[in-house]
């Protein structure tokens, strides 16, 4: 979810066949049945290769316990939970906190908001925007280490 902008509903229902691994890019269907692709990270492909060999599943990457479809949110939400609880996150994290960090860290490394916005699958960009509130701490931050770097110039 993370390192693909994912939300919960797209990251449990992402098909086998979503995934491709020639130009390492996923296949998503969004809200309201939209499709977007997005850019698969190349660390990601092997650990997913290993989890499709664990149970094979011709559709779902995530297969149930049948394999008649794919994983519930709910368990996805829960271990999520075991897992925060185990490194000690606090309890107000989710799983969507994982697409706010994508956003905010393409941003920060100077990822264009409409490319964000692509990449997010939001239909206007004003959904997009809300990212750049969370990057004002780091442009404060540059704004001091601009002023001390340029300090002697007066």
């Not at 693909?4 to 229902?13: H, K, N, W, Y």
């Not at 692509?118 to 004003?126: A, F, K, N, Y």
Request: proline share 6%.
């Amino acid at each position: 979810m993370y390192s693909c902008g994912l939300r919960t509903s797209e990251a449990i229902s992402l098909p086998v066949k979503g995934i491709n691994s020639e130009p390492m890019c996923l296949r998503i269907i969004g809200k309201r049945d939209k499709e977007r692709i997005v850019p698969l990270p190349v660390p990601l492909l092997k650990p997913m290769r290993e989890l499709w060999l664990i149970h094979r599943n011709p559709t779902w990457l995530f297969p149930n316990k049948r394999g008649s479809n794919h994983r519930a949110a709910s368990t996805l939400c829960h271990t999520f939970r075991m897992a925060c609880d185990e490194i000690g996150f606090a309890n107000d994290v989710k799983p969507h906190h994982l697409r706010h960090s994508y956003a905010t860290r393409l941003l920060e490394n100077g990822e264009n908001l409409r490319v964000v916005q692509v990449l997010l699958g939001h239909s206007s960009i004003r959904s997009t925007q809300i990212y750049t509130h969370l990057t004002e701490p780091l442009r404060q931050e540059v704004q001091e280490r601009v002023n001390a770097l340029f300090s002697d110039l007066v």
